[in-house]
């Protein structure tokens, strides 16, 4: 039996493209990374989208499934690639875009769409492109303090300006309406986006549980291999030895990797994928956890328990 493409989404700085390579590890998908991003060069994705957080509906799905069909068989957009040449330095980037697209095509492995912005429009990948779904959930804290240590911001303007996610997010509305309106300090920032994002994710979990496959990443962390087989397994995927010792290996290329940022960042000297889950301490004051804590109760109650803080 043909096994279906895959996404794999949640919020960014979630932990999903550390989970989609370690997927990847089993050799029998190819990863595609994040076609919704507005940053990423048109001759790879064909999108030039006005939003972050993009909504798929049925009712503006026509062009992106046309999209999505080329995206999935690793198909390269010349044209939409040719509109962003500006220099000697983009005509080698398309080339270099372009052979790698052949390559994949050659390879013939089943597409794996590592994208957190295609959180909101998961289930039209699933009902309009019959994908399998993979959602990371990752602490509010955690997510947070990452966006704390790296300065993300968020324009709630790509919510406002679009009518069917906001009819979604109705709760939020005034919500949104405000954050949009006016800059907001970066924790409070977070703290709404992670909500708007998990409370969609509640909302799924409820709806297809059964049928969807809904990760924590700090339960990843404490246990890579064992979790990342596990998935793999369900995906209907034979695990090996092989592929359990290139996780282990994967992983602590992540250790070193990470440890060396958290020296720059904060000058810490020890790091572990484990210890990950509870690092938010290092980069939060109490008093910034125990705001996040308070201000994202009404969505992590149903993802998180309350020692697990």
């Known amino acids: 039996m043909k096994k279906k493409p895959l996404l794999v989404t949640g919020s960014h700085r979630s932990g999903k493209t550390y989970l989609s390579k370690g997927i990847a590890l089993s050799g029998k998908y190819e990863i595609i990374y994040e076609p919704l ?14 939003f972050n957080y993009l909504n798929i509906t049925a009712d503006n799905e026509d062009f992106y499934k046309l999209k999505f069909d080329k995206i999935l068989r690793y198909d390269y957009h010349f044209i939409m690639g040719a509109t962003e040449i500006g220099s000697i330095r983009d ?23 590592d994208d ?31 966006l704390k240590v790296l300065g993300y911001r968020y324009d709630f303007n790509n919510f406002i300006l679009q009518n069917e996610l906001m009819e979604k997010l109705k709760k939020f509305n005034k919500e949104i309406e405000k954050y949009a309106d006016r800059e907001m300090p970066l924790i409070d920032q977070g703290i709404l986006l992670w909500r708007l994002i998990y409370h969609t994710v509640n909302v799924y ?73 509870r690092y938010f301490r290092l980069k939060l004051s109490d008093y910034e956890i125990g705001y996040i804590k308070e201000r994202t109760q009404d969505v992590w109650g149903n993802l998180y328990e309350e020692d697990e803080w």
């Open 116 to 146: 957190p912005f295609a959180i909101f429009s998961a289930e039209w990948f699933y009902e309009c492109l019959g994908m399998d779904i993979v959602i990371v959930i990752r602490n509010p804290a955690s997510f947070i303090s990452s």
């Open 205 to 277: 979990k409820k709806k297809y549980e059964k049928n969807w496959y809904f990760v924590r990443f700090e339960d990843i962390a404490k246990n890579p291999v064992f979790e990342i087989e596990r998935l793999i397994n369900s995906l209907g995927v034979k695990s090996s030895d092989s592929m359990r010792n290139k996780i282990h290996e994967y992983s602590k290329k992540c250790d070193r990797r990470e440890l060396e940022k958290e020296k720059n960042w904060m000058g810490v000297e020890k790091y572990s994928l484990n210890s990950q889950q």
């Open 37 to 50: 991003n507005k940053k990423t060069r048109l001759g790879i994705s064909g999108i030039k989208s006005r």
């Open 91 to 113: 005509v080698v980037r398309n080339f270099r875009d372009f052979t790698s697209c052949m390559i994949k095509k050659v390879k013939k492995k089943i597409p794996l769409i």
